[in-house]
């Protein structure tokens, strides 16, 4: 079975531009989070999507958007970026989602390393 | 405020021997209690996921234990590897949504 993927891999933006991420689940989930990871820090929660609704979603700028599609391939965007936006973003898909209750495991793609200039 | 904090922030061992990692959390309603490993550049992978009942939890050479009362787990890896180097993350699931996912505390193994 196929794991997670996104694309691309690596991306060099500079400031003022927008960016779209792609994230490919696991064949049969449903569930697609994104988060975000800087030098340091915890993975910051931005969003979940499930069955191309999205069902919750963290504390960033409207600036961060994203969907997902009815095959469960889900996309995020980045508009207007800026110099703090350069992370490590990563996607996780699950069967159900990981709503609290839930112990659904979450299977995480290697990532986009985002710098901007 | 919902919190987990991971201890130590980094440690170093020599392979072959044993170490266990701290998570404290203050998160509540508490639901579950997940141990993720991450190598440098990768999307963490999990290890273990336990519920309220739980108190320990097996793979492999990590094992897990939570104390609910305390609020507190450990992540002990046994005999470690080369291969152990990555960051060991806690999460902790509430009864709503959230997943608040602790800083994670990297580990270096030295031949």
């Known amino acids: 079975k196929a794991g997670v993927t996104q694309t691309p891999r690596y991306l060099i933006k500079t400031r003022g531009q927008q960016v779209t991420l792609s994230c490919s689940p696991i064949?049969?989930?449903?569930?697609v989070s994104w988060y975000q990871q800087t030098p340091g820090q915890g993975l910051q929660f931005l969003f979940e999507?499930?069955?191309?609704?999205?069902?919750n979603k963290g504390n960033f700028p409207g600036r961060f958007s994203g969907r997902q599609f009815s095959n469960s391939r889900s996309e995020m965007n980045v508009s207007t970026l800026e110099l703090g936006d350069s992370a490590l973003y990563l996607c996780?898909?699950?069967?159900?989602?990981?709503?609290?209750?839930?112990?659904?495991?979450?299977?995480f793609g290697p990532g986009t390393r985002l710098t901007v200039l | 405020k919902n919190q987990v904090e991971q201890s130590p922030q980094s440690l170093i061992i020599l392979e072959g021997k044993n170490c266990t990692l701290q998570?404290?959390?203050?998160?509540?309603?508490?639901?579950?209690l997940r141990w993720y490993k991450q190598d440098t550049g990768r999307g963490p992978v999990s290890l273990t996921i336990m519920t309220f009942s739980e108190n320990t939890k097996s793979n492999g050479r990590y094992t897990a234990t939570l104390d609910a009362d305390t609020k507190q787990s450990s992540l002990h890896i046994t005999a470690s590897q080369l291969s152990d180097s990555a960051s060991y993350i806690c999460?902790?699931?509430?009864?709503?949504?959230?997943?608040?996912w602790g800083a994670g505390t990297k580990l270096i193994i030295k031949p």
């Open positions: 064949s049969g989930h449903r569930s």
């Open positions: 999507y499930f069955s191309e609704t999205q069902r």
């Open positions: 999460v902790v699931g509430d009864s709503n949504y959230q997943l608040i």
């Open positions: 996780a898909s699950s069967l159900g989602g990981v709503r609290g209750t839930s112990t659904d495991t979450q299977y």
């Open positions: 998570c404290n959390y203050t998160v509540s309603p508490f639901s579950n």
